[in-house]
């Protein structure tokens, strides 16, 4: 059985920083691309960071300089370290596996608000 399970969400003022993990289950993590989507309410998700199995990574324009995602093979983790928030920030965040079969996490929120 394959979860996916997200924490670290919360509520930041802007500028601030949080870092977001999902820790993986049910699957052979080092063959995933892993990524990071977000929906805001009102709007279609969307990809905010993928990183490769072979750790190549990619952003979104809105996030690049400010979100950086990352691994950890050896604890079948991905993390997206999220630095200067912005109110345009505030989603629900879904961490992806995808090797043909794609499975999602049941997302955490994160709002920046002052």
């Known amino acids: 059985q394959v979860q996916l399970v997200e924490s670290g969400g919360g509520e930041v003022q802007p500028g601030g920083s949080l870092r977001l993990s999902c820790a993986a289950s049910?699957?052979?993590?080092?063959?995933?691309?892993m990524g990071w989507y977000r929906q805001a309410p009102g709007k279609q998700r969307e990809l905010v960071a993928v990183i490769t199995s072979r750790s190549v990574t990619n952003y979104a324009d809105s996030v690049k300089g400010r979100f950086t995602i990352s691994r950890d093979n050896t604890k079948s983790m991905v993390y997206l370290q999220m630095n200067g928030l912005k109110p345009e920030d505030t989603a629900v965040y879904y961490c992806?596996?995808?090797?043909?079969?794609?499975?999602w996490g049941q997302g955490t929120q994160v709002t920046v608000s002052s």
């Open positions: 049910g699957i052979i993590f080092s063959l995933y691309s």
């Open positions: 992806e596996a995808n090797n043909f079969a794609e499975y």
